[in-house]
């Protein structure tokens, strides 16, 4: 039973153009989400996080956007830029002092120069 | 700050082999994960630490697996025997206090067992 949902594998975009990414949950008591972002052989990195009790969260050309009631988030990166060509993983936590971050499978973000 | 240190990168072992991975933490995360990465399973939480005590390992193979910090600047997960279902990337990792600390991630040890 996968809690944390990415289900596009892979995702071609123009460089400038804009890239969004999704990920849904079903898990109602995920209150916080992160996004981490992976290069071949290296280990993920933290990109951006977002509080339950925000809609948005905004860091230079990434912006994270939920939408609670739906049980879903999205991550915009504008302008997208060959540097950002990676896997993008989505994760959800519960919060409240809880270290169980759930993870999605991951997007594959191509970034065509 | 070196980040997250882990060793080796890549390890190739027969079925029925011991493996031990090692990491070296961030110095002053008092927290510390392993995850394992599989094309079926995505990222798996396996077990944590809080300042060396282990926290949580419900997922961790219990059979086979053992995870130790014996300090603050080192753990291992040790899998006794090995099986061919255990290749994967091994990933530590270690975030400060706080549920909502970013996690730093090691480069990870990819494991091949044959």
């Known amino acids: 039973d996968q809690q944390v949902k990415q289900n596009s594998p892979s995702l071609s975009v123009q460089e400038g153009r804009i890239s969004i990414l999704n990920c849904d949950y079903t898990?109602?008591?995920?209150?916080?989400f992160l996004w981490y972002k992976k290069y071949p052989a290296e280990g993920p990195t933290f990109l951006i996080s977002?509080?339950?009790?925000?809609d948005k969260n905004e860091d230079g050309r990434f912006t994270v956007f939920l939408n609670k009631s739906a049980k879903h988030l999205s991550l915009h990166i504008v302008p997208s830029q060959p540097g950002d060509s990676a896997v993008y993983f989505c994760a959800a936590t519960p919060g409240a002092g809880s270290y169980q971050l759930t993870f999605g499978k991951g997007t594959k973000l191509s970034v065509i120069p | 700050d070196a980040g997250v240190i882990q060793s080796p990168r890549h390890e190739v072992t027969e079925m029925g082999q011991e493996v031990t991975l090692r990491c070296k933490p961030i110095s002053g995360h008092d927290y510390l994960f392993w995850y394992r990465q599989t094309m079926m399973q995505g990222l798996e939480l396996l077990v944590y630490f809080n300042n060396k005590a282990v926290m949580d390992d419900s997922g961790m193979p219990k059979d086979r697996f053992s995870a130790k910090m014996p300090n603050a600047s080192f753990s291992t997960l040790k899998i006794q025997p090995s099986e061919p279902r255990d290749s994967a990337v091994y990933f530590c990792?270690?975030?400060?206090?706080?549920?909502?600390?970013?996690?730093?991630f090691g480069n990870g040890t990819r494991l091949t067992v044959t």
């Open positions: 898990n109602s008591m995920f209150d916080y």
């Open positions: 977002i509080s339950s009790i925000k």
């Open positions: 990792a270690s975030s400060l206090v706080g549920y909502n600390s970013p996690l730093h």
